[in-house]
C-alpha cells in the first residue's frame, strides 16, 4: 500500500483566506470562527476537472442513450430550450451540489447562451470556478439556435471574459470553451486557441470520448482527434481535454511532451459506455490527469466521491490491483487537478500561505469506521454524506452540511419549477 501521503493531528490557521499555520495546538485569533474537526479528517479541498453544471436540469432525463445519440438526441435540446432564469436555476443546482459535496474548485463547460447567468451562480454561491460559453457553430443533429456564427461566438466569448476572468477576488476565471471537433469548425477552434492564448484563459475541450466520434473525427481530418487538436495548437499546459478514452500510442506521447492535462472522467464514462480511459498508461507517460463528474444527464450525479471510487477500482481490469491506488487517487481529486486547472501554484495541498480551500470530513459515518489509512478510508469508503464543513478562500460555505452562502431548499424548489418547464416546453412526459 502506498504511504506517500503525510497526515498529522493538528489544527489549521486560516486568515485572510490563506492557510496561516498548519500545526498541533494552534491558537485561535481573538474572535475568530472555530470549525469543529473532531473526529474528523482536514483535506485540500476537492477539485473537479471537468463539469456541466448547466445541464443539471436534465439529471435523470437522458437515459440509455450513446454519446451522439445522447446529445442529439436530450442534450442539445435541452440546452437549446434553456431560459436565462433556467440557466441559473441549473447552475445554483449544479454548483450547490458540488460545494456541499466538498468540491471546491471546478472546470465547467458552460453554455452557448446565458452564460453570464453561469457565472453570476458561481459568484453567489462561493466556489472557485472556471467556466466559459460553449461554442458551436456546425455539425449534424445542432439544434439551429445553438449554431452561432464564428466571428459572432469567439467576439461574446471575449466580452465574458472581460467581465469575468479574475471576478470575484480572482475565484472566477474564463475558460475557452469549444465543445468538441464535430461541432466546431476548424476557424472557429483555431480563434479559440487565439483567444486564449491572448487572454491568458484555459482552454477546454472534449476529445476522444466515445469510438464512433473519434473515427468521425478521422474521417473528417485524417488525425486522431487529441493529435488534431495538437495541430490547431489546442494542447499544452494551458488546456484540458475532457475523457481521452480512445487515443493511440503517438497521442499518449505527445499529451505528456505538450503537458496537456486529461480529465478522467469514469462514471460518465460508464453510464454512456464510451469506454475505460487507460489512466495507468497515462499517468506511467507523466499526463497530468485529474477527476470530473461531467454533466448530471451523463452520471447522474456530481460526486467527487463517486469519481474517486470509480478510478480507484476500474483500472483494476486489465491492470493489477493496486493499478491506480488510493493516494494516486486522492491526488488526482486535488492537487493534481489544481495542476490541471493551473492553480498549482497555491490549490490543492495544505501547505501555510496557500489558499485556504479545504474540506472537513467526518469519519463518523459507519463507512469511514474503523480509522486507517485516509486515502483508502476517503476513497474507497467516504461519501458526501461525510462532508461536515467546506472552506473556499477562507469563506465557510458549508458549515455541518448545510450550505451557508445561499437557501438550499429555494435551490431546490426553483430547480424543480426549472426542470418542470423546460422538459414541458421540450414535450419530455
Ligand atoms: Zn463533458
Known amino acids: 500500500m502506498a504511504t506517500r501521503g503525510t497526515w498529522l493531528l493538528a489544527d489549521v490557521l486560516i486568515r485572510d483566506g490563506q492557510l496561516a499555520a498548519v500545526a498541533p495546538n494552534l491558537r485561535p485569533d481573538p ?92 459568484a453567489e454561491l462561493g466556489i472557485r470556478f472556471t467556466s466559459g460559453k460553449c461554442h458551436m457553430d456546425t455539425g449534424q443533429g445542432v439544434p439551429a439556435s445553438l449554431l452561432e456564427d464564428c466571428d459572432a461566438s469567439l467576439a461574446e466569448a471575449e466580452a465574458l471574459g472581460s467581465r469575468w476572468h479574475g471576478a470575484a477576488s480572482g475565484r472566477l476565471r474564463y475558460a475557452a470553451a469549444p465543445r468538441f471537433v464535430l461541432s466546431c469548425s476548424a476557424d472557429l477552434l483555431a480563434g479559440a486557441v487565439a483567444l486564449a492564448r491572448s487572454h491568458g484563459y484555459l482552454l477546454h475541450t472534449h476529445s476522444s470520448e466515445n469510438l464512433k466520434e473519434t473515427q468521425a473525427v478521422r474521417e473528417l481530418t485524417g488525425r486522431g482527434n487529441a493529435a488534431f487538436l495538437a495541430d490547431l495548437g489546442i494542447a499544452g499546459p494551458d488546456t484540458v481535454l475532457a475523457h481521452c478514452v480512445h487515443l493511440d500510442d503517438g497521442e499518449v506521447r505527445l499529451l505528456s511532451e505538450k503537458q496537456t492535462g486529461v480529465a478522467h472522467c469514469p462514471g460518465a464514462n460508464l453510464k454512456l459506455g464510451s469506454g475505460i480511459a487507460d489512466v495507468p498508461r497515462l499517468l506511467a507517460h507523466g499526463v497530468r490527469v485529474g477527476l470530473g463528474a461531467d454533466g448530471p444527464p451523463g452520471n447522474n450525479r456530481l460526486s467527487i466521491f463517486h469519481e474517486m471510487a470509480l478510478a480507484g477500482t476500474l483500472h483494476n481490469l486489465g491492470h493489477e490491483p493496486d493499478a491506480v491506488d488510493g493516494w494516486t487517487v486522492l491526488e488526482m481529486a486535488t492537487w493534481r487537478g489544481a495542476q490541471v486547472l493551473g492553480l498549482g501554484e497555491d490549490v490543492g495541498r495544505l501547505v501555510p500561505g496557500w489558499k485556504a480551500d479545504l474540506v472537513v470530513l467526518s469519519c463518523d459515518p459507519l463507512a469511514m469506521v474503523p480509522a486507517a489509512d485516509p486515502a483508502v478510508m476517503v476513497v474507497y469508503g467516504g461519501g458526501v454524506e461525510s462532508v461536515r464543513h467546506v472552506v473556499v478562500d477562507g469563506s465557510v460555505v458549508v458549515r455541518d452540511g448545510e450550505l451557508t452562502t445561499a437557501d438550499a431548499a429555494a435551490i431546490r424548489r426553483e430547480a424543480r419549477a426549472a426542470a418542470q418547464a423546460v422538459t414541458q416546453r421540450l414535450g419530455w412526459s
Not at 432564469?85 to 443546482?93: F, G, I, N
Not at 449544479?94 to 452557448?112: F, R, V, Y
Open 31 to 122: 474572535g475568530c470562527e472555530v470549525l469543529d474537526a473532531h473526529d474528523a479528517l482536514v483535506l485540500p479541498g476537492f477539485v473537479q476537472v471537468h463539469v456541466h453544471v448547466v445541464q443539471s436540469l436534465a439529471r435523470h432525463r437522458a437515459e440509455g442513450l450513446p454519446l451522439l445519440r445522447w446529445l442529439a438526441e436530450r442534450i442539445w435540446p435541452y440546452e437549446a430550450a434553456l431560459r436565462p432564469e433556467e440557466v441559473a436555476a441549473a447552475s445554483r443546482l449544479g454548483i450547490a451540489e458540488l460545494l456541499t459535496g466538498g468540491t471546491t474548485s471546478a472546470l465547467d463547460m458552460g453554455t452557448t447562451h446565458d452564460q453570464d447567468a453561469v457565472f453570476s451562480a458561481a
